[in-house]
């Protein structure tokens, strides 16, 4: 868990401690429970698109939606004058702190990827784990098309990833999400499954296993997917 995570884990439990949520209302919807912060409205839909996203890709993602417990902020704003920023989850726990204007399916997903395989092989924070948050969040947004307009440096995009097997800065989700698109287009929902469940200790085997789910080394894989990017770039211009 990354400093920052662990500190606003400290500061929730205060205020829990101190009763702050108490007079949060709460709404049962399917597996999830939502705590909503005073009189804040929220609709039946907004409820709605996040038990749906979380049933969608946790049959995308083969596991069994475990109970989960949704802390909703009016803002992020909001939330950060409060002391905490709420865009976080705290996978062990289940519980999620979001805010009203978060994508349906980010935070969840983080839940379920917790049961698929645990943390200490597939970090939170880690390329793998945003990545595929960000490419399941429940936008359809095309991630690809999102990275390129970010105009990021070229040293950035041939940062190895291995640097980012633990933590990737907040401002490079999209890329993360653009690279679990290529690989799904490329080869296929299942083969990206099977890395996710098979990954361990933060990304240690991941040549041995790009090699025999990919079929290329790892480095190769990034190439292939900074290609695709170009091409894409090359094409508009």
């Known amino acids: ?15 829990r401690e101190e009763h702050f949520f108490d ?3 709460k709404h049962k919807y399917g597996g999830i429970t939502f705590y909503v912060y005073p009189a804040l409205d929220v609709t039946d839909d907004w409820f709605k698109q ?17 109970e989960v417990n949704f802390f909703v902020y009016p803002s992020l704003e909001a939330g950060r004058e409060m002391g905490i920023t709420p865009s976080i989850t705290f996978v062990k726990e289940r519980e999620i702190h979001g805010h009203l204007k978060q994508s349906p399916g980010h935070e969840l997903t983080h839940v379920l990827l917790g049961e698929l395989n645990p943390t200490d092989n597939l970090p939170a924070n ?42 990737i800065p907040g401002n490079l989700y999209p890329l993360a999400g653009s690279i679990v698109q290529y690989y799904e287009r490329q080869f296929g929902w299942d083969k990206v499954l099977g890395y996710l469940k098979e990954v361990r200790k933060s ?17 190769e894989l990034q190439k292939l997917w900074r290609d695709w990017l170009e091409k894409e770039e090359a094409d508009r211009g």
């Open 126 to 167: 880690g390329l793998w784990s945003e990545g595929t948050c960000v490419h399941l969040d429940g936008t359809k947004t095309d991630r690809k098309k999102h990275t390129l307009s970010l105009k990021l440096k070229d040293e950035i995009l041939r940062t190895p990833w291995s640097e980012w097997r633990q933590n």
């Open 1 to 15: 868990m990354s400093k920052w995570m662990e500190e606003t884990k400290k500061k929730i439990g205060a205020l």
């Open 23 to 25: 007079n949060w209302s």
């Open 203 to 219: 990304g240690a085997n991941d040549e041995e296993l790009s090699m025999r789910i990919f079929g290329f080394p790892y480095r």
């Open 50 to 66: 996040r038990t749906d996203i979380y049933r969608i890709n946790a049959e995308k993602l083969g596991v069994k939606a475990p």
